[in-house]
């Protein structure tokens, strides 16, 4: 990797209010500590993922398996937001070759050579945690890991949902201007297919996941 490029550094924030009136810890879950939290992580995947837009019917073996490779890969960060031990919120990035292939392949289509991308996995975060500033430095402290290591482009993929679906909320709101505000902005036309089961369907099927990146490099 190259140096990483100039850049004016933030003070990462470790604490943030909460509900309770405590304070929200956000850490670094590495070796030991991440391993441990595997299995939160995976039911907080599912329970998060469950609702509109991913609809996602999620499997705790295959979640395991799934971010135990995080914790192979040396170039990952997992965050993790803990309200006093509870585990209430996480957030994965890795380099773009540590992931699946269906998400490299369209940006190496492109002509994106994907050792130069970064690429930001789930933000989850329970509900009664939301609107406190916790995905803001979620994806502030994946940016940092990336700029650290090096990488030019950070990316990650939005599910696309109709704006009818039968399963959207009236109060749904999307996460684009949280990701827009950190420099991010959808690709046209560089879309991916992921496959997996929606709650309430008896088999998995594939379903388009947008690519949003941002340049890092100067």
């Known amino acids: ?24 810890r956000i850490a670094d879950l590495t070796g030991a500590a991440l391993v441990a939290a595997l299995d939160s992580l995976a039911a907080l995947r599912i329970a998060v993922f469950r609702d509109f ?3 996602y019917d999620g499997d705790r073996a295959y979640e ?11 170039g990952a960060i997992v965050v993790g937001a803990y309200d006093g031990d509870r585990l209430v919120g996480a957030a994965t990035a890795a380099p773009m070759a540590d992931h699946a292939e269906a ?12 050792d130069r991308v970064y690429y930001f996995g789930e933000s989850v975060l329970l509900p009664g945690w939301r609107g406190r500033g916790i995905g803001h430095a979620f994806l502030d402290r994946r940016e940092a890991k990336a700029r650290e290591l090096g990488f030019d482009l950070a990316a990650f993929c939005a599910v696309i949902r109709p704006p009818d679906h039968p399963a959207r909320p009236t109060d749904y709101s999307p996460l684009d201007p949280l ?21 309430g369907e ?17």
């Open 1 to 24: 990797m190259r140096p990483t490029p100039p850049h004016r550094r933030k003070t990462l924030p470790t604490q943030l209010n909460n509900p309770s009136g405590n304070t929200v």
């Open 53 to 55: 837009p991913y609809l």
């Open 202 to 218: 008896e088999a998995e099927s594939h379903h388009p996941m947008q690519f949003w990146m941002k340049r890092l490099a100067e």
């Open 103 to 114: 998400f490299a392949e369209p940006l190496a289509a492109q002509g994106i050579p994907i």
């Open 179 to 199: 990701w827009r505000r950190h420099g991010f902005a959808p690709v046209d036309g560089l879309v991916c297919h992921f496959a997996w089961k929606d709650v």
């Open 64 to 74: 395991r398996d799934y971010l135990g490779a995080y914790a192979r890969s040396p």
